[in-house]
C-alpha cells in the first residue's frame, strides 16, 4: 500500500518510478513517468536511464482521436528520438491534434496497463510515458532504487490497491455543523489510505429515529457548482434541496465524495469545460482527454455506509449506475427518489448528454421550458 501512495505522489511531483511484474522474474521492469510537465530533457533522460525508445500509452478514446483504432481499453504508440514532448502531449490532449505518426501501435504490457491506472489514481492525465529498461541497464537503475532516488512497485501491488483501498478508509473527525436546511447536522470526516482524498458523511437527524430505509445521497464534489453557484450544472441546488429532503423525512445521511468532475478531478474537469466551449458535451470532452464516460466508483461510499451501520437504503438519485453499485456492493435499495435542480439555458446541453448517453433519468424535465421546473442529478 505505502509503495503504491509513494509512487503517486511521485508521479504528481512530475517524476518516473519503476513498474514491473513481480510474478515473473524473466518480465523486463519499465521506466514510467507522466504526460504532464514533460519536456525534451526530461524525455531524452528516461530514455538514456532505460536504454531503450520510450512510447505513449493512451486509453482507446483517445487514440479514437488520432485516428487509430484497438479493440483493447488502450495501446501503445511507440516513438523515436524525433518525437517531442510536446508532440505527445498535443497527441494526449489536445482539442484538435496534429495526426498521429504513422506508425503501428502495439498492445499494452501489464507494465504499461498499471502505469495508466496510477495516471488515473493521481488524477493526471490518462496518458504515460513508458520505456522498458533495457537489461545492461538494469544494474544502473537498481543502484537508483537502492539510493532511494527511484520508487519501484510491481503490478500486483497497484492491482490489489485499487482493489482494497476502501477497506482502507480511516474515521478521522466529527463535529456538529448546524445547516441552514438542517440545524442537526453532524460531518464526520473520512480520509483513504493515499492521503489525497478526503470524504464526509453528513449525518442528519438522530440515527436511532431514522426509518427502516435509510434516506441517503451520495453526492460527488463540484467546487464550481456547489460553491460557486457554477451555471453549467445544478450540483449546488441539488447538494441544498438533499440536506432538506433527508432533513424533512426524518434523516439520514448525505456522503459527500471527493469524486470531481466524474472522478477525473478539478484539473481535468476544468481541461473538459474548455472543451466544452469549443462545442463538445460532456461525455465527449472527457473522451477527448481520454477518460471513459464516468470515472467514478462508489466502494468508497459502501465502506462509509458499512461503518455508519447502514444496510438499507432510500437512494436520492436519478443515475442507475449508483442504484447498481450499492446492490452489487450488498446495500439494499428500498427505493429511489429524483433530486433536481432547474434547468437553465446553459445547462441543458449537459443534462441532455446526461440522459442521451449516460442513462439518466430527465426525461420528464428535459422537454420543458428552461428556469421554471426541476431538472437534473448529479
Known amino acids: 500500500m505505502r509503495q503504491v501512495e509513494r509512487s503517486i505522489f ?207 445521497r451520495l453526492h460527488s464534489a463540484c467546487l464550481t457548482g456547489d460553491l460557486f453557484g457554477s451555471l453549467r450544472c445544478d450540483c449546488g441546488e441539488q447538494l441544498r434541496s438533499s440536506v432538506a429532503r433527508i432533513a424533512e423525512t426524518g434523516g439520514g445521511v448525505l456522503l459527500y465524495l471527493a469524486q470531481e468532475g466524474r472522478g477525473i478531478g478539478l484539473a481535468n474537469k476544468l481541461r473538459a469545460y474548455s472543451l466544452q466551449d469549443e462545442g463538445l458535451d460532456t461525455v465527449d470532452a472527457d473522451h477527448v482527454l481520454g477518460f471513459g464516460d464516468d470515472e467514478r466508483n462508489y466502494n468508497v461510499a459502501l465502506e462509509m455506509l458499512s461503518q455508519l451501520e447502514i444496510r438499507r437504503i432510500e437512494l436520492l438519485t436519478n443515475n442507475p449506475n449508483k442504484i447498481d453499485a450499492m446492490s452489487r456492493g450488498g446495500v439494499t435499495v428500498v427505493q429511489r427518489s429524483g433530486v433536481y435542480g432547474r434547468l437553465t439555458a446553459q445547462n441543458r446541453r449537459y443534462l441532455t448528454a446526461k440522459a442521451a448517453k449516460a442513462g439518466h433519468w430527465l426525461d420528464h424535465v428535459l422537454g420543458t421550458a428552461p428556469d421554471d421546473v426541476p431538472a437534473t442529478d448529479n
Do not use: K
Open 10 to 216: 511521485d508521479l504528481r511531483r512530475g517524476l518516473p518510478v519503476l513498474v514491473r511484474d513481480a510474478r515473473d522474474d524473466n518480465a523486463r521492469a519499465t521506466l514510467v513517468a507522466p504526460l504532464e510537465g514533460m519536456n525534451d530533457d526530461a524525455l531524452a533522460r528516461l530514455a538514456e536511464h532505460a536504454g531503450n525508445d520510450c512510447a505513449l500509452a493512451l486509453t482507446r478514446h483517445r487514440l479514437a482521436l488520432l485516428g487509430i483504432e484497438v479493440d483493447d481499453e488502450a495501446a501503445c504508440l511507440p516513438l523515436t528520438t524525433a518525437d517531442s514532448a510536446a508532440s505527445m502531449i498535443e497527441w494526449a490532449c489536445a482539442r484538435q491534434p496534429s495526426a498521429a505518426p504513422a506508425r503501428d501501435t502495439r498492445e499494452i504490457t501489464d507494465n504499461d496497463a498499471a502505469a495508466l491506472t496510477l495516471m488515473r489514481r493521481g488524477l493526471l492525465i490518462p496518458a504515460a510515458i513508458t520505456v522498458p529498461v533495457a537489461p545492461e541497464r538494469m544494474a544502473t537503475v537498481e543502484a537508483r532504487i537502492a539510493d532511494g532516488s527511484l520508487l519501484a512497485l510491481d503490478t500486483r501491488s497497484i492491482a490489489n490497491y485499487e482493489q482494497n483501498a476502501p477497506r482502507f478508509l480511516r474515521r478521522i473527525s466529527a463535529a456538529d455543523v448546524p445547516l441552514a436546511g438542517s440545524e442537526q447536522s453532524r460531518f464526520v470526516l473520512f480520509r483513504e489510505a493515499d492521503g489525497m482524498r478526503e470524504h464526509v458523511a453528513i449525518v442528519i437527524g438522530e440515527p436511532e429515529e431514522w426509518a427502516d430505509a435509510v434516506p441517503v
